[in-house]
């Protein structure tokens, strides 16, 4: 089809059963792939072959700074994404146009690690064909527009949505779709780690890929143990939403850094490398000792670790039996730990940026137990997550604005499906 037929398609509804499936507002999902259209148009001209494809953001669910110590996570795909219009060349070459971003030209021929594009979109698009290759897939020359409503800095993963984009691009142009989203999940990894230079685990990926609620162990990071919950949060009657509180991420890389730092000085005191594989009963055991040797936040941080893995199961059991109110129960005592023994809620080197525990503050007293709210993903600043009766949605919304300013806040819905091509 060329861009006059799809763009007749969206229009008259072919797509709506997909539309309906990802995202609340159908209209606005036609109105936003119709001028993504019309962009890739100016680009490229009126072109064949135009294929439709779209990549969620992901968000924690529970499971806060687990994974890098090879522990377990749940988290979900978000019907905020990445979205592309593309087709096949036969130049041999990628060609990614972002809205905002220059245009990326990656050069099939060379899928050598560049170090000129460290840190760059170029060298995720570059090292995802890399995996492809190396995995003995195919790869082709294409040509895209994106465009994504994955709000950057705000713990939701845009980076990731974009791999797992480009993965199912090529995927479903080259590959008859016939990649599994767990291989998917891996090749964006390697993209990320090798390529772009950024030492990630694999969680923003799997959830990304595989999409719904995402159950993941992490004890064999290399091929962790995927679940898939189905599960609707309207039937509960809450929405899930994140808090964005403005907070400066800059300066706070020793922060992130000390968590796993000091995590892994407790590992290694109890002769292992991470406290996935620690015992617990002898940490517990010795925990005088431990402390002249690691000090007390070291300890209070594997106490997070060691009560949040059980967190991550009670919940993962509240979730696939339908008890939301014990769902909830865990969201709260997540964030409880968060604030009291992970201390990831502002940094000790700017305490007048406490964006994060002001934000869970005013949450609680609007809620009054009734729903939760947590810090979400790496902390130190950024945004919190909460779970919202609908009934009391629009009062928090206002609530929640006057103090961080018009938009902050953001209604989500966990999606069924990661990445995806619409049809």
Request: glycine share 10%; aromatic share 10%; charged share 25%.
């Amino acid at each position: 089809m060329n861009i006059k037929e799809i763009k007749s398609k969206i229009a008259e509804g072919s797509f709506d059963k997909s539309f309906v499936m990802l995202y609340d507002d159908v209209e606005k999902a036609k109105k936003r792939y119709s001028k993504a259209c019309d962009e890739f148009v100016k680009l490229y001209g009126d072109r064949d072959n135009i294929r439709l494809f779209s990549a969620p953001g992901r968000t924690e669910i529970g499971g806060n700074h687990t994974d890098h110590q090879h522990g377990c996570v749940l988290a979900g795909s978000v019907d905020l994404d990445v979205i592309a219009v593309v087709s096949t060349n036969d130049d041999g070459v990628v060609r990614i146009k972002s809205e905002g971003y220059p245009m990326d030209e990656i050069d099939l021929d060379d899928l050598n690690i560049n170090k000129s594009e460290i840190g760059r979109a170029a060298s995720l698009i570059r090292g995802v064909c890399a995996a492809f290759r190396n995995n003995g897939y195919n790869v082709g020359g294409f040509d895209a527009y994106t465009t994504s409503n994955v709000l950057k800095g705000s713990g939701l993963s845009s980076s990731a949505a974009f791999e797992v984009l480009v993965s199912n691009i090529l995927n479903g142009l080259f590959n008859d779709a016939k990649v599994d989203a767990v291989s998917i999940a891996k090749f964006s990894q390697f993209a990320e780690r090798e390529f772009f230079g950024k030492p990630c685990g694999l969680l923003d990926q799997m959830a990304s890929s595989v999409g719904g609620f995402t159950y993941a162990d992490f004890n064999d990071p290399a091929n962790p143990i995927i679940e898939k919950i189905d599960l609707d949060l309207h039937d509960f009657g809450f929405t899930l939403c994140v808090v964005d509180t403005g907070g400066n991420h800059a300066d706070l890389t020793q922060d992130y850094a000390d968590i796993t730092i000091e995590c892994r000085e407790i590992s290694n005191y109890l002769g292992v490398n991470f406290l996935r594989d620690a015992d617990e009963d002898v940490f517990r055991a010795d925990i005088a000792a431990i402390r002249s040797k690691c000090g007390d936040r070291a300890i209070l941080r594997a106490f997070h670790f060691f009560n949040e893995q059980r967190r991550v199961e009670c919940q993962r059991s509240a979730l696939k039996s339908g008890d939301f109110s014990e769902f909830l129960k865990y969201v709260n005592a997540s964030g409880e730990s968060s604030y009291k023994f992970l201390q990831n809620l502002y940094s000790n080197s700017n305490t007048s940026e406490q964006g994060l525990s002001l934000a869970i503050a005013l949450t609680q007293e609007y809620l009054d137990d009734c729903g939760a709210c947590r810090v979400h993903g790496g902390g130190f600043a950024g945004t919190i997550q909460c779970y919202v009766p609908n009934d009391g949605l629009d009062g928090y919304i206002e609530m929640i604005e006057s103090a961080f300013g018009k938009g902050s806040c953001v209604p989500l819905n966990i999606r069924p499906v990661g990445g995806y091509e619409i049809v």
